[in-house]
């Protein structure tokens, strides 16, 4: 595949008063490349979120956006009124599918660095809309800061609780949570390179923090992103340089126990690509160019990266060519990969390096016919108009990532308009759409107040993907499991009102639900965090005679129950 795309070398300066994350933005000149397809122009579909955005807030490799049907989550810094434009951590809502938002600060006071990064957990529903939230707090003067967690407690009413996981500096933090309440957060030190993990039990409320990667003699490494499977599965992804001004190795390391044990580092990506010019192209994971996503059932990892020619891990060109990457062997925790040969997603002549696209997202659904697809979007630079707008590239794949299709998502509203920093929704909302939130701006002289803006994509008719299929099958044809020792559940009856008792020997995201008998869900209970203890609930609704079926999640197992109703 070949793509008409132009060429805008965005680079970072290394002068000595400029921090590593202070970027110039410096058009070079335009090489041409062809067949890219461009889908119907949804630039009136944008809705401005906020015109005060700090580029910070976006721009690391961490998703900002998640969705569950209508409900639309999105974290970000903005810059505050201070004259030394100072960030805070922030959080909207849009319970319309993104035509309104409503904002909401999260972090606890002014700083200079945020890094922000939302997780979404996965559950029977089959998942949730609540914000699942890590960040750091960088200040000024000095190089004080602590990395923070935090969760929607009322979803989407904004009740944040920011707890510190760490009083350290974590640098670009991405972390996952699960049903059972566990949560794994990861980030590295900007001075030390060092890799570290942060494991809670119990939602947050307690961390531990463990060096997961030691720097140790190499020169550095760059900063991890991570993703979740069902069980405690996580996949870290990061990159190493092991020697001074050298290729920026490709690593990964797996655990199956909510991040309490990993396996040895393994090393992807490791025959480099050398062009005419005898540069030697590697993937580089520098914090602007990767993205990993982990089907949550069967625990296999994809991921998309950029490959770069540069050799120092914390400056290097934001665009180069994308590549996807997946395993061609093994099992969760013990995964192999071919590493001589990613699959090309873009790229021009294969001989010739290329600064084309950069900031990928990923995101995957099943169809119809239950085959996975997946989604990706970054950014790239095309020539429609004789000039260099940035274009919002859809990046898609029907066979698992074998073959990809690029596509110009949404173009410009008008030549002097680029896109920046775009971040995808993991999974897919309401009408079959994907999610995107993006800096839009003509020019990047104020980088402190940008206009951050949200987009909708329907994956068949904006998109050309395969019918979505559903996420969930019928109560009665889940599978259930039985409840462990400790737990209690049982309901009783009294005339119209029903009285269901639970016992629970430890905490957890905890929901009770009632279907009638197609599947439908006509009441919820709970849906919250309990602590350990006896609870009761009652159900008191006035519905026909027939038959129903009640279902509770707690912690890791799920339990339903019919019930009877006869007037």
């Not at 531990?208 to 069980?231: E, K």
């Not at 690509?273 to 994809?302: A, C, E, F, M, R």
């Not at 859809?394 to 008008?414: H, K, R």
Request: charged fraction near 15%; hydrophobic fraction near 35%; aromatic fraction near 14%.
């Amino acid at each position: 595949m070949k793509f008409n795309l132009a060429v805008v070398l965005l680079f970072l300066v290394t002068g000595t008063a400029l921090w590593a994350d202070q970027v110039l933005f410096d058009p070079e000149g335009i090489t041409p490349i062809q067949n890219y397809s461009v889908l119907p122009n949804k630039a009136t579909d944008t809705v401005l979120i906020t015109p005060d955005a700090n580029w910070r807030g976006i721009v690391q490799p961490g998703r900002n956006i998640i969705v569950k049907e209508d409900t639309v989550s999105v974290v970000f810094s903005q810059t505050t009124t201070d004259p030394n434009d100072f960030q805070i951590m922030y959080h909207a809502y849009s319970t319309d599918g993104g035509a309104n938002w409503t904002p909401a600060q999260v972090g606890t006071g002014n700083c200079m660095r945020t890094y922000p990064h939302q997780m979404q957990m996965w559950d029977e529903s089959p998942f949730s809309a609540t914000a699942y939230v890590y960040w750091m707090e960088r200040y000024y003067p000095g190089t004080v800061a602590s990395t923070y967690f935090a969760y929607d407690e009322l979803t989407p009413f904004q009740l944040f609780t920011p707890v510190v996981t760490i009083n350290a500096i974590a640098y670009f933090v991405s972390g996952t949570v699960w049903a059972d309440s566990h949560c794994f957060g990861t980030g590295y030190d900007w001075n030390s390179h060092d890799i570290y993990g942060f494991t809670s039990p119990d939602l947050g409320s307690n961390w531990d923090s463990t060096l997961l990667i030691p720097a140790g003699s190499a020169t550095g490494q760059v900063s991890p992103m991570c993703d979740r499977g069902d069980g405690g599965y996580i996949f870290l992804y990061y990159g190493r340089q092991e020697v001074a001004n050298s290729a920026i190795d490709n690593h990964y390391i797996e655990s199956t126990d909510y991040g309490q044990t990993w396996s040895s580092p393994h090393q992807m990506m490791i025959v480099d690509y050398v062009d005419t010019l005898g540069n030697v192209d590697t993937l580089s994971l520098t914090w602007q160019g990767y993205s990993v996503i982990v089907d949550y059932h069967t625990k296999i990892p994809y991921a998309l990266a950029k490959l770069d020619y540069h050799k120092d891990p914390n400056y290097s060109y934001n665009f180069g060519e994308i590549y996807f990457t997946k395993p061609n062997g093994g099992s969760p925790g013990a995964w192999t990969f071919d590493s001589a040969n990613p699959v090309t997603v873009i790229d021009n002549d294969p001989n010739t390096f290329e600064h084309l696209a950069g900031y990928p997202t990923i995101g995957y659904y099943y169809d119809i016919d239950t085959n996975i697809v997946l989604y990706g979007f970054c950014l790239a630079f095309v020539d429609t108009l004789g000039s260099t707008p940035a274009a919002l590239m859809g990046l898609s794949s029907t066979d698992e990532g074998n073959t990809w299709d690029v596509q110009i998502a949404s173009p410009f509203l008008s030549d002097s308009f680029n896109w920046y920093f775009p971040s995808v929704s993991y999974y897919l909302g309401s009408n079959n759409s994907v999610h995107v939130v993006c800096i839009k701006e003509g020019t990047h002289n104020d980088t402190d107040h940008l206009n951050m803006y949200h987009i909708s994509l329907d994956v068949v008719n904006d998109l050309g993907l395969p019918t979505p299929g559903p996420y969930t099958v019928g109560v009665e044809e889940q599978p259930v499991d039985p409840a462990p020792s400790g737990y209690q559940i049982n309901y009783s009856r009294e005339a119209d009102n029903f009285i269901f008792n639970l016992a629970l020997p430890t905490g957890g995201i905890t929901t009770l639900k009632i279907y009638d008998a197609s599947g439908r869900e006509i009441n919820q209970l709970v849906n919250g965090y309990l602590s350990a203890g006896n609870y009761s609930f009652n159900w008191n609704q006035t519905v026909p005679a027939g038959n129903y079926l009640y279902k509770i999640t707690s912690g890791g197992f799920t339990h339903s129950g019919k019930i009877q109703i006869v007037h």
